[in-house]
C-alpha cells in the first residue's frame, strides 16, 4: 500500500544537475503523542458513521497536510470504512420482505420511490407535503417512513461505518509503518534499482534469480575486476513503464522483490542506488544502512546461506485451490504478496493472506530454523493484534509455540487441508427462527462460495437433487455451478482467472 503521491511527504536537493530524493522519516518521538491521539480517536469513532468525522482536528495536531493523510493511510490498516447492507438496519423478517419484493438493495428502492413519483405526482416532490406522499408509500411496504428514508442513501459514502479489522496499533508501529511507506513509495517509481550485496554471493544470487522470475522482473549481475572473489556483486534490476508512461505498476513488483531479498538475506544488501521519477522529475534516491533496517533487515539474525525458494509456496497454493473446489477449506481463498506486517521490532512478510467474508488471517511459511528465529521478535511484538499462521518445518515449531500465533508443523509440505482446519471454521450454527434459505443467503453474502457438499447438507438432498431444488430459489447474487458450488459472482470472477491460468485443468 504505497502512498497516493498526494500524501506523499518529500524533500529533495539538487546538485551538480541532479536532485537527490529524501522520502520523509519519522526519526523521533515528537509525533507520538499526535499518532497517540490519533487512534484514539479512531477508536472512538468505530461504530459510528464517516459524516462524523472530523478530518480537520487531525490535520490540527499534525500541523502538516501531507503527514496527517499518511498517518491516516497507515491507520486504514487497522481501520476500514464498510458500507453497510439493508440486512443490517431491519430485522430479518422485514429483510425477507423487501427481498421477495425485490427492494433489497437502496438502489432498488431510490427506483421504487421515483416510480411512484412519476405515477401520482407528476415526476415532482416538493418538500411541502414530502412526509405525507412517503407514508402513503410506506404503506404497502414492511417499513415505516423514517426507515425508508434512511435505507433510501445507505449506501452513500458519507454513511459509511467504521470498522475495525485488527488490533489496536501502537504509537510506535504506526511510526514503523509510516516509515516503510514512505520508502515503498519511492521504490514504486523507480526505473532502475541498483544494488551491493554481500555476504554469501551465490545464496544472494540464486534468491535474485528466483525473485526475478516469480515477479516477472529483467535483471543483470555486474562483477568488479576481481570478480566474486572482492565478495561483493552489484545487481541491476530496469524498470519498465505501461502504456500511459508510469512505472508504477511495475515498481510494485520491485518493492516486493527487494522486501523479499532483504528479509531473506537481511546481511546482503550493502547498498543501494534507484532512479525514481516522480510528478514529472527525476531524482536519485540512496539506500542506505537505515532504509534496509525500515524494510525489516533485523541485526540479531544470522547470516542466511539459504536461497529463497518460490517451490513451497507455488505448490501450496495450487494445492489450496483443490481443495477450495472441494470445499475443504472452510470457505478460506488465498491471495498472494499481502501487505507486510510492520511491528516495532521489525516485519514479518506473509507468502499468502487467507480471506473469507470480513475475515483475513496472514500465512507465513518458515522452512528453516533462521526463519522460524526470524520471527520470534515480531510475533512477540504483534502479541496476537492481527492473526497470523506459521506453517513450519516441524523441527523448528518449537521455537514458535510459546508466542500468539497459529502454528502448523509440517515434514516435507504444508497442505492445505491442514493449514485451513486451523483457522476459524465459519459459524454454520444459524440464528433463532432463520429458515434455511436465509441461512443460505447469509452464508453466501459472508463468505462468497458455497460448496455442494455444505449445500446438499443445508437442502437436506444429494448433490444430484442441488440443481432441481434451487431452481425455484433467486438471487441476483448467486450462480450454481453444478460439481462445485453456489458462488457470488466475484467467486464465479475467481474461477476464471484459476481456469485461464490452468490451475483448474491441473486440479482435475
Known amino acids: ?279 514529472g522529475q527525476v531524482y536519485n534516491y540512496t539506500l542506505n544502512a537505515a532504509t534496509f533496517k525500515t524494510l525489516g533487515a533485523q541485526l540479531q539474525r544470522s547470516p542466511s546461506e539459504e536461497a529463497w525458494e518460490p517451490a513451497v509456496a507455488s505448490h501450496l497454493l495450487l494445492d489450496w485451490n483443490r481443495a477450495f473446489l472441494r470445499g475443504e477449506t472452510g470457505g478460506w481463498r488465498l491471495r498472494r504478496d499481502p501487505e507486510p506486517l510492520i511491528t516495532e521490532r521489525g516485519l514479518i512478510v506473509p507468502e499468502f493472506v487467507a480471506l473469507r467474508g470480513q475475515q483475513r488471517a496472514s500465512i507465513v511459511l518458515a522452512d528453516s530454523r533462521t526463519a522460524a528465529e526470524a520471527l520470534i521478535e515480531p510475533l512477540r511484538a504483534l502479541n496476537g493484534r492481527a492473526r497470523v499462521l506459521v506453517a513450519v518445518e516441524a523441527q523448528w515449531a518449537g521455537l514458535l509455540s510459546a508466542l500468539p500465533v497459529i502454528v502448523v508443523p509440517y515434514a516435507e509440505r504444508p497442505a492445505a487441508r491442514l493449514l485451513a482446519g486451523a483457522l476459524p471454521s465459519p459459524n454454520d450454527a444459524a440464528p433463532a427462527g432463520e429458515s434455511r434459505w436465509q441461512h443460505l443467503q447469509r452464508l453466501l453474502e459472508q463468505e462468497g462460495f458455497v460448496d455442494e457438499t455444505r449445500l446438499a447438507a443445508l437442502l437436506e438432498c444429494t448433490p444430484a437433487q442441488l440443481a432441481a431444488r434451487l431452481q425455484g430459489w433467486r438471487s441476483e447474487r448467486a450462480s450454481y455451478l453444478p460439481g462445485i458450488g453456489l458462488c457470488t459472482p466475484e467467486t464465479v470472477q475467481e474461477l476464471r482467472e484459476l481456469l485461464q491460468s490452468g490451475a483448474l485443468r491441473q486440479a482435475a
Not at 522520502?23 to 477508536?43: F, G, N, T, V
Not at 468505530?46 to 498517518?71: K, M, N, S, Y
Not at 408509500?137 to 467504521?162: I, K, S
Open 1 to 279: 500500500m504505497a502512498f497516493a503521491l498526494s500524501d506523499f511527504k518529500k524533500t529533495s536537493r539538487k546538485a551538480g544537475g541532479k536532485r537527490t530524493l529524501y522520502p520523509h522519516q519519522l526519526k523521533d518521538d515528537r509525533y507520538l503523542a499526535a499518532i497517540s491521539y490519533a487512534i484514539d480517536y479512531y477508536e472512538r469513532m468505530v461504530g459510528r458513521a464517516r459524516h462524523e468525522l472530523q478530518a480537520e482536528t487531525l490535520l490540527e495536531f499534525f500541523g502538516d497536510p501531507r503527514l496527517a493523510r499518511g498517518i491516516v493511510a497507515c491507520l486504514s490498516r487497522y481501520y476500514v470504512w464498510h458500507q453497510p447492507t439493508i440486512d443490517e438496519v431491519v430485522d430479518a423478517q422485514t429483510c425477507t420482505a423487501m427481498r421477495r419484493l425485490g427492494l433489497d438493495h437502496p438502489i432498488a428502492l431510490r427506483a421504487h420511490l421515483y416510480r411512484y413519483v412519476n405515477e401520482n405526482h407528476g415526476g415532482f416532490l416538493p418538500s411541502v407535503g414530502r412526509a405525507t406522499a412517503l407514508e402513503a408509500l410506506c404503506a404497502d411496504l414492511p417499513l415505516d417512513r423514517h426507515t425508508f428514508e434512511t435505507l433510501l442513501t445507505l449506501d452513500a459514502p458519507a454513511n459509511a461505518v467504521l470498522v475495525k479489522i485488527a488490533g489496536t496499533p501502537t504509537p510506535r508501529e504506526i511510526v514503523q509503518l509510516y516509515n516503510y511507506h514512505s520508502i515503498e513509495t519511492a521504490l514504486c517509481a523507480a526505473s532502475t534499482l541498483r544494488l551491493t550485496l554481500g555476504g554469501p554471493i551465490w545464496s544472494g544470487l540464486r534468491t535474485v534469480h528466483n525473485l526475478s522470475r516469480r515477479y516477472g522482473l529483467r535483471y543483470s549481475v555486474e562483477y568488479g575486476s576481481d570478480g566474486l572473489l572482492a565478495g561483493t556483486v552489484t545487481i541491476l534490476w530496469p524498470g519498465q513503464r505501461d502504456a500511459l508512461g508510469s512505472y508504477r505498476r511495475h515498481g510494485r513488483r520491485l518493492a516486493q522483490a527487494l522486501l523479499r531479498l532483504v528479509q531473506a538475506h537481511p546481511d546482503a544488501p550493502l547498498a543501494g542506488a534507484a532512479t525514481v521519477h516522480l510528478q
